[in-house]
Structure formats: structure tokens, C-alpha cells
């Protein structure tokens, strides 16, 4: 298992799948036979995960094709590992890259191995299937390994096909030293060769020949009254519900985005809910017949971690009785079979929403598409975000509030900001609008050099982002700003937290912090307080190309090394920077110090959560479980088994272990700490961190707004919650002003101290 994770992870993280998808198909040289003698590598066959350039001594393997040792024809790839010792978890591999443009159930690649003194791990084949949104099916032969010295022997990988399989990659890969050939290779499709494949079917939906509203809906809307916002809140609901719960539109039948936009008027302009009912009936029914359904069951309370908020079908001041007789019917007999619409990331589980009409054409989509937009939205968080418990305040109520906010933002930035104001109450850090122009243009495109945090409730200059024109502003690190062009820094807080999309205060202050200097012009006038007196000062602006903004992740130098030893013979790891390739060294340095101080108050730059924790662990342990959403139930999310981390064969680091957290510390950040904490010896310190884990789900909304929100919930194994309350540290520590004036690490030193006095 922990060999497999390791793999896996690098092969995810490491191939660039966009990149190769651009690049062009190489041909199947499965003999080897053609070889490319400027590289001695078979053509066609590259042997780094980073493009086609043939590893060098320093990766620790070598490839090429071979003349003297083969199984049929005049050459085989052989792969071998050079020197003494590997870098710790790396592995040789060789890989082929091709594009599915192929249909069938099933893949096979079988080919012949021959192995000299493989040890420390294991050869063998491996074989991914991948879709647009990344892995569908993967097999390295981890549980079948190839070990020691052996003779040529085939071996064969069967994964299924998925209809969204896009790209497959296959080869041979040597996590070991030694060294082996590999030749010989077939690659079938349903048993035929894969050229011979049939041509894989072009799928066409009913919902794609629908473009009546392409261009826009051609809706004015102005001045609803109660009764116009009622019966479109009612509208909103039920919509989303049977976009996602009916067979008809879970089978491609309908673009359910022109549905809404043809039966929108006609509910518009009811003057009663008995008026209002009887439009919805007759368009639910023009979708056509729902048959029963004999799978359909109630999940076991036991499993679930949230339920759907359907209270609202019985609701017999809104929906007439033949409409709620309708609607319980959908729900009971509702879609059991793929979606047109979403689908779940497979492995992960996080929702993957699909065929959504970005409405590109105009950064102003007229209010029926605003309309949509609020629709579309509201309804992805009620059925498909996991933490839908945890924003605070009945999501239901919501809906109604925004749907004149909607119809009235008729600009370009109203409408992004009344959107913002929207995703804001989600309360996700995930959740933002990401590279629009429209909002860049709104916030400005300059930057001041200073890099400010929130310190006692302070905007504070923290460091900056760039040494030397942070030091041309002539402020000072413990330098407090007060106000920014005349505006009291606390007004301006006040007003951009309502479209600060974050989990918690803390995390919604650090990026109001982030953009706090931001602005249109070259310059901007502070007034700023340093040692009780506050004066007035004007500093330069620059684009954020000079500027290095990664400070804002933790990460001040991308160059700095992750290791270093701390006097009193004290180990300290930032996790910004770490490899995983370097981490066995690391671990054999930290061995015989007296603590360890982990800081992730940064982005991790490797996924470390396995290869890490498993010095620090004498024996597995829990660290982490989940919730995924149920595709046959929309709304439902079940509740998962704990996850474990596996422990090192050798001695667990014997020293204590003191993690640094702060609310720069998100995601992956989070997941880690949570691994990293499982260690008997581990103290968490610092302050709470950002608060949104597990995967990420992209959402489009028309005008081409694009947004994401955690897709999976991430719970520790007794239950408790990480969403919005982050990682609560075991032990407070946070940054003072006077401590940042003198430039120290006052969250470092209590680590320190609590090493030394341990």
C-alpha cells in the first residue's frame, strides 16, 4: 500500500497531462525496434514524467534500448538504477502516451520482463486509463511485484474502458535498484489489437440540438413584486430539483438552461400559487413519463453525513396537491443511471459538473441568464457541497434574498459583485471568482510591495514582496496602515467582507490583507502608524509580474531550502519548499535531534502526507475520513471508513514533534497536518488555519464567471469538523506587533520552548 501511494502520487502529480495532450501521437513502437540514436531511447517512448528527455545519472536510472539482451526481434528498453543508493522514493519509468480515439469494454497490455538483482522494491508494468478530469482506472502490478533476478516471463494489466476514458498511458516502471528489460509489448482492445479497435461511438445528446438561448434569453425583468420573487424562488427550486432527480434530463434529453428560460415567464406572470402550481404541473409533465423504480431505496441513517433539504416539496402554501403528489413521485423513482449534467471525479468523489453553457458571449448576460446563474448556483450548493450544514443560516431562505439582487445588477461588475456577495455566504476559501478581467479591472491591476497581515486586529506590514522596492516605500516591517487613500482601514474591512468568500474570519482577513493596497494607479496615500505617531506617506504601485505574491502562500523564496538545524540541535522542515525525493536524507539528519519542528504555514510543494508521517509513526493510525456525495441520491453525502497512515519499518522519530499552523495554512496544508498530528509525540501550535479541505469542484456560471467549491467533506476520524473551524491548535501562538517590528518568529520560538522544556 504505501509503495502504491507513492507511485500513484507521483504519476498524478507529476505527469503534465494538459502538455502532453497538445503534443503530437507518437507511434505505437511496442518491438522497440525504432530506435531514436540521438537519445538511445526506443521512438516514441519517454523515460521522464516531465517531457521526452531521457533520464540522466543524477535522476538515479538510466534507460535505453538494448542490443544485447532482447526477447524477440533486435532491441528491448532496459531500465536500471546507477549508483550506490537511490534518492529515496524515486523510480525509473518508461511510458508511451495514446490519445482513445477508440471504443470497447476493456484494455489490455501484456508484455515480456527480465530482471537482474531488483531489490528495495520491485519492476513491473503499468497501465492508466484517464479521463478530461484526470484518473479513471490504474494498475502497476504493486500487488503482483516482479523481484530479485528472473528469466523473461509475460505479464499482462486488464483495466476497463470507461466511455470518458481520453488518453491512455502504459510502460514499465522500476521503483528499485537493479535493473530490467521489458519487450515484446501487445496492446488489445476486446481482445483485438488496439489499431484494429473500432472507432469509439460520438455520442450525441438531444440536449445539445437545443441553442435557442445561446445568445442570450432576451428576459427584461425590473421592479418584481413579492408575489413575482415568490413565484420564481419556487421556480428556482423545483427546477434544480428536477434537473438533477429526473431520468429524462439525467439521459441528455432536455437543456434543462432553456427549459427554465421557456417556463419562466409563464410562472413569472402567475398571480397565485394555485396559477403558479398548475404552470409547473403541466411543464413537469411535458418532460414526460417517469417510470417506477425498483432500486430505489432510503440509505441507512447510520451511513449518511448529510441528507437533502427536500422539506419543501410538502409545503402546502406553495405547491398545490397534484404538484406535491408529482414531486414525490420524482423523488422516489428519481434518476439511477449516469448524469448529463454531473458526475462524480472518479477515486475522489468530489462532484464533476458537466455540459453547463458558460454564456460566454457577453460579460453582461441579460437577467434571464442572471436569473440562471443564481439558479444554477444556489442549486449545486443545496445538492453537491458538502458542508451545506456548516454555512450558518438556512440556505433556503437565500434564494429568495438574491433574486432581486440578480435581476438588478445590470452592469458587468454588479453583477460579478452581487455574485461574489452570493458565493461569500457559502463560507468556503475554496469558493472565489478566479481570473476575471472584469474583477481584475475592479480591483485594480497595481500592487504596493508590502505584504500586510492583520496583527492585533491591525493592518500590518508583515515583510514584502520584493526586498528592494518594499524598502523604496520607506515602511517598516511592524508598521501599521490606518488608512489607504483616505478611507479608515476598518471601513474598508467592513465593506469588502460581504464579498470575501472564506471558511472563517481569520482566512477572509488574510485576503482582504492581500489586496487592502491593491488599486487602479501607480501610487496610493497611506497613513500609517509606527511607534504610537501616525504620519502620512504616498507609495509606488507596480504590476504584479515584479512582485513575488507567492509570499501570500507562505512560500518567500521558492529557492529556500526545507531543511535546517535550529540551535540546541533542534530540526526544523518547512513544508513550502520540501521534495519527497529528499525526505529519507532529511529524516536520517533529524534522527538524533532532540525535537522536530514542522512548519506548514505554507503550501505544501510536494504531497507528503504518506512519505512524511510515516517517520514519525511506530504504528499506523487514523488521521482522516470522509464524506462523497451518493450520484443515485442527489443531496446525500455517505459517510466513509477512517483513513490510516502506515508507519516506517525503521525506529519512529523519538523526539517531539511541534507543527506550525496559522491561517495561511489551507487544503492540502490542512489534510497534512491532520496526518502529521497522528503522531503520539506531534503538538499542534499556532493559530486556526483556513478551514476548507478536500478536493475542489469547478463551477461555470454564465458571463464565463468561473468559481470552485470543496467537493468532498474532510472530517478527523471521531467526526469533528475541519470546514470553516480549520485545524484547532493544541497549543495558541500568534505573530504580535512588537514582535514583527523586531523581526522575530514568535510562533518558532514557543516551538522551540516547547521542545527545550519537553
Known amino acids: 500500500m504505501k509503495t502504491c501511494w507513492l507511485i500513484l502520487a507521483a504519476l498524478l502529480v507529476r505527469t503534465p497531462l494538459a502538455g502532453w495532450a497538445q503534443a503530437p501521437t507518437p507511434p505505437l513502437n511496442l518491438s522497440f525496434e525504432q530506435v531514436d540514436h540521438r537519445t538511445h531511447l526506443p521512438a516514441g517512448w519517454w523515460t521522464s514524467l516531465s517531457g521526452p528527455t531521457p533520464p540522466d545519472a543524477a535522476s538515479g536510472y538510466l534507460a535505453a534500448a538494448d542490443s544485447l539482451t532482447h526477447h524477440d526481434g533486435r532491441y528491448a528498453l532496459r531500465v536500471q538504477s546507477v549508483g550506490a543508493t537511490r534518492p529515496a522514493d524515486a523510480f525509473g519509468v518508461a511510458t508511451m502516451r495514446l490519445p482513445v480515439t477508440f471504443g470497447g469494454k476493456s484494455v489490455k497490455l501484456t508484455g515480456f520482463l527480465k530482471t537482474d538483482q531488483v531489490q528495495n522494491g520491485y519492476a513491473g508494468l503499468w497501465l492508466r486509463v484517464d479521463g478530461e478530469q484526470g484518473m479513471l482506472a490504474f494498475d502497476n502490478m504493486q500487488k503482483r511485484p516482479v523481484r530479485g533476478t528472473t528469466d523473461w516471463q509475460q505479464y499482462t494489466i486488464t483495466l476497463p474502458l470507461a466511455n470518458e476514458a481520453k488518453t491512455l498511458y502504459f510502460g514499465t516502471l522500476l521503483p528499485a535498484t537493479g535493473t530490467l528489460w521489458l519487450d515484446q509489448l501487445t496492446l488489445t482492445v476486446d481482445g483485438r489489437p488496439v489499431d484494429q479497435a473500432p472507432a469509439k461511438p460520438v455520442v450525441h445528446y438531444k440536449a445539445e440540438q437545443d441553442t435557442a438561448f445561446r445568445r442570450g434569453s432576451g428576459l427584461t425583468l425590473s421592479n418584481l413584486s413579492k408575489q413575482q420573487i415568490d413565484n420564481l424562488a419556487v421556480l428556482g427550486r423545483m427546477w434544480g430539483f428536477v434537473k438533477y432527480y429526473h431520468p429524462a434530463v439525467a439521459r441528455g434529453d432536455y437543456n434543462f438552461d432553456a427549459e427554465l428560460l421557456r417556463v419562466l415567464p409563464r410562472v413569472l406572470s402567475s398571480k397565485t400559487e394555485q396559477a403558479r402550481s398548475a404552470v409547473l404541473s403541466a411543464w413537469l409533465t411535458s418532460l414526460g413519463p417517469v417510470p417506477a423504480c425498483a432500486t430505489c431505496r432510503e440509505p441507512a441513517p447510520a451511513a449518511m453525513r448529510l441528507q437533502p433539504d427536500l422539506a419543501w416539496l410538502s409545503d402546502k402554501a406553495q405547491l398545490s396537491p397534484d404538484l406535491r403528489a408529482q414531486l414525490d413521485y420524482l423523488r422516489r423513482n428519481r434518476n439511477q443511471g449516469p448524469h448529463y449534467y454531473v458526475r462524480a471525479a472518479p477515486g475522489v468523489g468530489n462532484p464533476i459538473f458537466e455540459h453547463e453553457e458558460a454564456y460566454a458571449a457577453t460579460p453582461t448576460p441579460d437577467a434571464g441568464l442572471r436569473l440562471l446563474a443564481l439558479f444554477r448556483y444556489w442549486n449545486m450548493i443545496d445538492y453537491y457541497f458538502p458542508y451545506r450544514y456548516a454555512i450558518g443560516e438556512d440556505w433556503q431562505r437565500v434564494l429568495p434574498e438574491f433574486i432581486p439582487q ?340 514568535e510562533v518558532l520560538e514557543k516551538a522551540v520552548q516547547l521542545i527545550e522544556a519537553s
Request: hydrophobic share 40%.
Open 406 to 745: 440578480f435581476v438588478a445588477a445590470g452592469t458587468a461588475e454588479q453583477y460579478r459583485l452581487t455574485a461574489l456577495a452570493l458565493i461569500a455566504r457559502v463560507h468556503d476559501t475554496h469558493a472565489n471568482i478566479f481570473n476575471d478581467k472584469i474583477l481584475t479591472t475592479y480591483w485594480g491591476t497595481y500592487y504596493a510591495a508590502l505584504w500586510l497581515r492583520f496583527v492585533e486586529g491591525q493592518a500590518v506590514v508583515a515583510g514584502y514582496y520584493d526586498a528592494a522596492l518594499g524598502a523604496a516605500t520607506t515602511l517598516k516591517p511592524g508598521d501599521v496602515v490606518v488608512r489607504v487613500d483616505g478611507r479608515p482601514v476598518a471601513e474598508l474591512v467592513q465593506a469588502r467582507q460581504p464579498i470575501t468568500p472564506a471558511s472563517n474570519e481569520p482566512t477572509q482577513l488574510r485576503n482582504i490583507a492581500r489586496d487592502l493596497l491593491r488599486g487602479p494607479t501607480p501610487q496610493v496615500a497611506l497613513v500609517v502608524r509606527r511607534a504610537g505617531r501616525e504620519f502620512a506617506v504616498t507609495i509606488d504601485r507596480v504590476p504584479a509580474s515584479q512582485l513575488n505574491l507567492a509570499v501570500n502562500y507562505g512560500t518567500p523564496d521558492p529557492k529556500a531550502p526545507a531543511w535546517r538545524l535550529l540551535p540546541g540541535n533542534i530540526g526544523y522542515l518547512a513544508l513550502g519548499t520540501i521534495h519527497n525525493a529528499d525526505l529519507a536524507d532529511i529524516m536520517a539528519k533529524a534522527q538524533k535531534t532532540k525535537g522536530l519542528v514542522i512548519d506548514i504555514r505554507n503550501y505544501p510543494s510536494d504531497f507528503v502526507v504518506f512519505t512524511l508521517a510515516k517517520y514519525l509513526l511506530s504504528k499506523p493510525a487514523e488521521f482522516v475520513r470522509f464524506s462523497r456525495l451518493q450520484a443515485t441520491y442527489p443531496g446525500f453525502f455517505a459517510q466513509t471508513l477512517a483513513i490510516k497512515v502506515t508507519a516506517d519499518p525503521g525506529p519512529a522519530y523519538p523526539g517531539k514533534v511541534v507543527i506550525l499552523v496559522d491561517e495561511i495554512t489551507q487544503s492540502n496544508a490542512e489534510y497534512t497536518t491532520m496526518a502529521l498530528r497522528s503522531a503520539p509525540r506531534a503538538t499542534v501550535l499556532g493559530s486556526t488555519t483556513a478551514g476548507a479541505d478536500g478536493n475542489v469542484s469547478a463551477i461555470v456560471l454564465p458571463g464565463n464567471i468561473n468559481t470552485r467549491i470543496s467537493g468532498i467533506g474532510i472530517y478527523y476520524p471521531d467526526g469533528r469538523e475541519t470546514q470553516r473551524v480549520g485545524i484547532v491548535p493544541d497549543v495558541e501562538a500568534k505573530p504580535t506587533i512588537q514582535g514583527i517590528t523586531d523581526g522575530r518568529d
